[in-house]
Every structure is written in structure tokens, then in C-alpha cells.
């Protein structure tokens, strides 16, 4: 299975700032994919991350606020531009992994003051 | 679109104790998945299920696809204190590269 990791863990930042997430695979995937977990909740697509071409966004997160970059099959990044309190979520990244399957980060902590 | 509505919300058990949690939607679904949370990490594939009525261990965890393909159920036997955690059902979307998730299970043991 692939080892993908995540820097920062976590993060405290300050409302109006930004903060760009990185995803890091350890072997070449196809499809790579950026999720919020807001407290207490389960896990909301944002965006699949698609290499070579623009990222496709789900309803209710925009490309302003949450620009991705993908320049290679092996990384990502996310970032959470404008940032409010609200922002405040674990954000993870997944990779396909065949058969239907994702795996996934360990995920990046952002509190948001 | 595609829905999971899972329960229990939350669970408190006793060590030893089996437990089971499922997952139901309105639509058909050709995959079930159970991944596992645990604080500070990302879930974690236990059992992925691929034809109604499929049965699958893994260990003490044992996981059935519904003959409908509109349910699936996760049961956990002799829970043990590492068995804590956030489970969570999810199933690709139709036509799509992408999954959803049903709210999670929270499991709490006490020892």
C-alpha cells in the first residue's frame, strides 16, 4: 500500500492569512484527492487533484479559496486562502488505491484564531 | 445524490463486548467500505466488500454487503481497549472516482 504523508501536522494560524498543505505519496498514483473534516464530523470531498490540468472542485468549495496544485503523480498541495475560524477542520489527503479503495494521510490539524 | 446514513452515532461498551453498526442509502452501491479513525491519524481501510451478500473477516472484525446493495453492516467481536476509534462506512460515487461517506460510529471501551 502507499505511505503518503502530510506536513504540517497541525497548525494554528491567525484569521486572514493562508496556509498551503502538502502531500506527499511514495510511489506514482493517478488520482490523488483533498478532504475537510470539520470537529466531530465526517469527511467532505473538496477536490480531486487532477496532474497536468486543473483541480475539479465540489459543490460549495471554489478555487479561490482553496487553490490545489498537482505538478507530478506523487504530490500535492492545498491551500486555505482567507482563513476564519470556521476553516478550522483536519484536512486530509487520499490516493486511489484500486478496486474502489482510498488511502489516505494522516491528516493536517489547522486551528484557525 | 448518494447518501450514507450510518448508526449508531456513538457506542460506550465494555471490554469483551461485540458490537455492530451499519449503514443503509437510498441508492445502490457496488462497493462497501469500512475504514477506521483513530485520534490524530487518517482512517484506515478494514474490509472493503464488492458483491451483494459477501461476507468478510478481517481478524475480529466481520463485514457483510447487503443482498439489496443498499445496506452493509460492520461487527466487531471481544472489543478490546485498541479497538477505540471512529468508523466510518463509504462507498464510491456512481460514474465517479470519488467516495462518500456515511457520519462515522464513535466507539468508546471501558476497560
Known amino acids: 500500500s502507499a505511505v503518503i504523508s502530510q506536513k504540517p501536522s497541525r497548525d494554528i494560524c491567525q484569521r486572514g492569512t493562508s496556509l498551503t498543505i502538502q502531500c506527499q505519496v511514495d510511489s506514482q498514483v493517478t488520482m490523488m484527492f483533498w478532504y475537510r473534516q470539520q470537529p466531530g464530523q465526517s469527511l467532505t470531498l473538496i477536490a480531486t487533484?487532477?496532474?497536468?490540468?486543473?483541480?475539479?472542485?465540489e459543490s460549495g468549495f471554489v478555487i479561490d479559496k482553496f487553490p490545489i496544485s498537482r505538478p507530478n503523480l506523487t504530490f500535492s498541495t492545498l491551500t486555505v486562502s482567507n482563513m476564519s475560524p470556521e476553516d478550522s477542520s483536519i484536512y486530509l489527503c487520499s490516493v486511489d488505491a484500486g478496486s474502489d479503495t482510498q488511502y489516505f494521510g494522516p491528516g493536517t490539524r489547522l486551528t484557525v484564531l | 445524490g448518494q447518501q450514507l446514513n450510518q448508526s449508531p452515532q456513538s457506542m460506550f461498551i465494555q471490554e469483551g463486548e461485540d458490537v455492530s453498526m451499519n449503514c443503509t442509502s437510498s441508492s445502490i452501491f457496488n462497493t462497501w467500505l469500512w475504514y477506521k479513525q483513530e485520534p490524530g491519524e487518517g482512517p484506515v481501510l478494514l474490509i472493503a466488500l464488492y458483491k451483494a451478500g459477501e461476507l468478510t473477516s478481517n481478524g475480529r472484525l466481520t463485514a457483510q454487503f447487503g443482498i439489496t446493495r443498499k445496506d452493509s453492516f460492520l461487527n466487531i467481536s471481544a472489543s478490546i481497549p485498541s479497538d477505540v476509534g471512529i468508523y466510518f462506512c463509504?462507498?464510491?460515487?456512481?460514474?465517479?472516482?470519488?467516495?462518500?461517506f456515511g457520519q462515522g460510529t464513535r466507539l468508546t471501551i471501558n476497560p
Open positions: 463509504a462507498g464510491p460515487i456512481q460514474g465517479a472516482q470519488k467516495l462518500v
Open positions: 487533484a487532477n496532474q497536468g490540468s486543473e483541480a475539479t472542485y
